[in-house]
């Protein structure tokens, strides 16, 4: 079973910046995708961006382009997520994701989840 636990949120004004980390174990991830979903309050939860374990090719929601970058350590089987110039609209709580696919054009995550971090980005 896939244990996941993530890390690196926490409260900062408009603009700033977190760097999110997520420490995978319990299988091989080299033929996986890893990913990032948020649900914010009274929201879906819904797709930030992925990677591909063994090539490093990288995706993300348009929301988060050229803001966020999605990055990997395969030694360490860890995922992280640095984002920059935080908007109060990135406030939520965000969820690591092991098996992430691609269904039509949206993302989907067929494996388990972490049990998230809270970002909060204050005005």
């Known amino acids: 079973q896939v244990q996941l636990v993530e890390s690196g949120g926490g409260l900062v004004r408009l603009g700033g910046s977190l760097r999110l980390s997520c420490a995978a174990s319990?299988?091989?991830?080299?033929?996986?995708?890893m990913a990032w979903f948020r649900q914010a309050p009274g929201k879906e939860r819904e797709f930030v961006a992925t990677?591909?374990?063994?090539?490093?090719?990288?995706y993300y929601a348009d929301s988060v382009k050229g803001r966020f970058t999605i990055s990997r350590d395969n030694a360490k089987n860890t995922v992280y997520l640095q984002m920059n110039s935080l908007k109060p609209e990135d406030t939520a709580v965000y969820y690591c994701?092991?098996?992430?696919?691609?269904?039509?054009?949206?993302?989907?995550?067929?494996?388990?989840w972490g049990r998230g971090t809270q970002v909060t980005v204050s005005s």
């Open positions: 994701a092991p098996d992430a696919r691609m269904v039509g054009s949206s993302w989907f995550n067929f494996g388990s």
């Open positions: 319990g299988r091989t991830f080299s033929s996986y995708a």
């Open positions: 990677i591909r374990w063994s090539s490093g090719k990288a």
